[in-house]
């Protein structure tokens, strides 16, 4: 059974800074892609976006509107994956998720973890 548990979250003011992690179990987590997801105050799950993600080979990517701002990483020894958020603007307010994607393209999502940011 994979399990992903997301903490980290909080209330932070504007320019603030929040390290997202998310340590998963039940998944060989070395071979995985990992993202942050996030959905904002009144959205549907639907329209939840991609923050960041990693591959296995540690290749990343990043949502426009987080560049420069936010780093994703991982620890494939503590079966973790993080993310750094920095310079953080009221717009980022939301509940946060952690993707694990297999090698088949199968997904698992944690519970997440809310971030408010006030301004």
């Known amino acids: 059974q994979v399990q992903l548990v997301e903490s980290g979250g909080g209330l932070v003011q504007a320019g603030g800074s929040l390290r997202l992690s998310c340590a998963a179990s039940?998944?060989?987590?070395?071979?995985?892609?990992m993202g942050w997801h996030r959905q904002a105050p009144g959205k549907q799950r639907e329209q939840r976006e991609l923050v960041a993600a990693i591959t296995s080979g540690g290749s990343t990517n990043y949502a426009d509107s987080v560049k420069g701002r936010f780093t994703i990483s991982r620890d494939n020894a503590k079966n973790t994956v993080y993310l750094q958020m920095n310079s953080l603007k009221p717009e980022d307010t939301a509940v946060y998720y952690c993707k694990s994607t297999t090698t088949g393209g199968r997904d698992y999502w944690g519970k997440g973890t809310l971030v408010t940011v006030s301004s």
């Open positions: 039940g998944t060989i987590f070395s071979t995985r892609t």
